[in-house]
């Protein structure tokens, strides 16, 4: 599980520091403003933004103090709750080398929140199957491994490269683009359609219960919403739409994911005929 911590840690460094346009010169640095801590004077959606970013590095590090299924070790949770806070406080210091960010004292504070959040829910409950990456040695052989290509794909094509913004503006721009500026190009809307379908086939052939699968596609498009970079389109959502009528009216009539030559691929080269 610490590899995973240590991934996510990353995974907000990545996230507070993309497009990486870095500025080293004593011009730049001379420039930047620190902005300090006025309580609730940052936007609300900045100040969730920054509350959410550390929850999950909250809760992973309270599971990782746990030790033979016992309760968690209190100094080593503290020890790495102290590394993630640290972490946040270095990522504040690197954006004095980017130009187009303004280093906060009230994102560490709302950071810092975040990872008691994190920690309090954690202690409430344990660490699901799947975050430990023993548990993924053992479930990912090499049908499992295609489906789940298969599954993120297209989610990974439109997603990529992942840098949500928090600004209301931009998303309000990137809804109103598909409200009152409607693109229905007919060649993206099928591309769109073909790989929703894809992911909801695979997705559905690994197991998954077909409610989540229902939410794969309005997850996809929601966090599009959230993207200024790849923003959302109104051929995803048509796509998106048809992709879910489609996929619905095959399960009607038998040809569920469940049901497709990808789903009986063989485990593992013992299993071929």
Same mark, same amino acid.
């Given at each position: 599980?610490?590899?995973?911590?240590?991934?996510?840690?990353?995974?907000?460094?990545?996230?507070?520091?993309?497009?990486?346009?870095?500025?080293?010169?004593?011009?730049?640095?001379? =420039?930047?403003?620190?902005?300090?801590?006025?309580?609730?004077?940052?936007?609300?959606?900045?100040?969730?933004?920054?509350?959410?970013?550390?929850?999950?590095?909250?809760?992973?590090?309270?599971?990782?103090?746990?030790?033979?299924?016992?309760?968690?070790?209190?100094?080593?949770?503290?020890?790495?709750?102290?590394?993630?806070?640290?972490? =946040?406080?270095?990522?504040?210091?690197?954006?004095?080398?980017?130009?187009?960010?303004?280093?906060?004292l009230g994102d560490i504070v709302w950071n810092a929140l975040g990872l008691?959040?994190?920690?309090?829910?954690?202690?409430?409950?344990?660490?699901?199957?799947?975050?430990?990456?023993?548990?993924?040695?053992?479930?990912?052989?090499?049908?499992?491994?295609?489906?789940?290509? =298969?599954?993120?794909?297209?989610?990974?094509?439109?997603?990529?490269?992942?840098?949500?913004?928090?600004?209301?503006?931009?998303?309000?721009?990137?809804?109103?683009?598909?409200?009152?500026?409607?693109?229905?190009?007919?060649?993206?809307?099928?591309?769109?359609?073909?790989?929703?379908?894809?992911?909801?086939?695979?997705?559905?052939?690994?197991?998954?219960?077909?409610?989540?699968?229902?939410?794969?596609?309005?997850?996809?498009?929601?966090?599009?919403?959230?993207?200024?970079?790849?923003?959302?389109?109104?051929?995803?959502?048509?796509?998106?739409?048809?992709?879910?009528?489609?996929?619905?009216?095959?399960?009607?009539?038998?040809?569920?994911?469940?049901?497709?030559?990808?789903?009986?691929?063989?485990?593992?080269? =013992?299993?071929?005929?």
């Open positions: 599980m610490l590899p995973l911590w240590w991934l996510y840690l990353a995974f907000t460094a990545y996230g507070s520091f993309y497009p990486f346009d870095f500025c080293v010169s004593a011009e730049c640095i001379a =420039a930047v403003q620190v902005q300090g801590f006025v309580p609730f004077a940052q936007s609300k959606t900045d100040i969730l933004a920054n509350i959410a970013l550390f929850v999950p590095a909250g809760m992973l590090a309270v599971w990782l103090a746990r030790r033979n299924g016992e309760g968690p070790s209190a100094p080593r949770a503290a020890r790495l709750l102290l590394v993630a806070l640290g972490w =946040a406080v270095a990522l504040q210091g690197v954006q004095f080398l980017l130009p187009d960010r303004v280093p906060s008691l959040a994190g920690a309090s829910a954690a202690r409430r409950t344990g660490p699901p199957a799947w975050i430990d990456i023993d548990w993924w040695r053992r479930w990912l052989d090499r049908r499992r491994a295609a489906l789940l290509a =298969a599954a993120l794909a297209w989610p990974a094509a439109r997603l990529a490269p992942f840098a949500p913004t928090s600004e209301i503006s931009e998303i309000r721009a990137n809804i109103g683009r598909v409200l009152f500026r409607p693109d229905l190009s007919a060649t993206e809307l099928g591309l769109a359609a073909a790989g929703f379908l894809a992911t909801l086939w695979a997705a559905e052939a690994l197991g998954l219960p077909r409610r989540f699968c229902l939410l794969a596609v309005p997850a996809v498009l929601v966090a599009q919403a959230f993207l200024p970079g790849r923003a959302i389109q109104a051929w995803d959502v048509a796509g998106g739409v048809a992709a879910l009528l489609l996929w619905v009216l095959l399960t009607r009539l038998g040809l569920s994911g469940r049901g497709t030559q990808l789903s009986r691929l063989p485990a593992s080269p =013992a299993e071929r005929p």
